[in-house]
């Protein structure tokens, strides 16, 4: 059998943990202000202690606390997220009755499409209205080309003369 650690055995243990916890003092300084008198221990047995005993517990504390805080986030992420869905239902409602307008709709869009990160920024939503938008949009196109198409022509003609 195995010699008992003479850290764990020491009365101050939890003072000692603590500092070793915290690094607010050197393993030296740990040993010279505990490992004295009555309960000695060397600095290589106070490295055994944080390697075998306290590191493994800390360690083990940390991923509890890890996966606690991605629990707790990925509640409060799917309650937002039923919250905004409840909303949006809520304003479809709404808007059929005829009792709210567009924005609040298109702000609540918004703001589920950013708690899902589907945007980093809030979307630009454009509504036209009329038939034969793709007519009216590739008419523009064209009435541009050509004033830019006459404009180079001026251009070239000013040159001439």
Known sequence: MGRLCKICCHPKVVEINQHLIKRDLTLKQIQEKYGRGDHPFSISALQRHWINHVKPEVEKAQRKMQRQIKSDAEKQYID???????????????LAE????????????Q??????????????????????????EAQEEQAIEEEEVIKKREEVLKLIV
């Open 98 to 109: 005829g009792r709210i307008s567009l924005t609040h709709i298109l702000k609540a869009i």
């Open 80 to 94: 937002d997220l039923e919250a905004l869905n409840r909303i949006i239902s809520q304003l479809d409602e709404l």
């Open 111 to 136: 703001l589920r499409m950013q708690l899902l990160g589907e945007t980093a920024a809030p979307p630009e939503i454009v509504i036209r209205w009329g038939l034969g938008l793709k007519q009216d």
